[in-house]
């Protein structure tokens, strides 16, 4: 994979489909990408047709401890204290996702 370097208006586009915030002096910070791009391309020429795929990077087992309770049951006094924000058990937070397109 080779590409040409990246121009100001290709970085821009990146910025926007990425939703990263930069203005005008900012875009000097993201011309690295090329070098990121240059980096990925060398990646991508490697054979790795006889590396089996990994379920895992890890071939240890992990350790896991018993499930036990070590605490007890705070719920309603937590609750108590955030009563305007409690409905039906559960915590009122506002929306910050939009549902619109």
Known sequence: MTHDKLSPKTIEKII????????????????DMDHILKFIGQIDQIDT??????EHPF?????????TVTEINQRDLLQS???DRIEA???LVPQVIDGEK
């Open 81 to 83: 204290i955030a009563l």
């Open 89 to 91: 058990g559960v915590y």
């Open 49 to 54: 047709t006889d590396v089996p795929p990994m």
């Open 59 to 67: 071939s240890a087992s992990q350790r896991l401890r018993e499930d």
């Open 16 to 31: 926007k489909m990425a939703k990263l915030y930069t203005d005008e002096k900012g875009l000097d910070k993201y011309a």
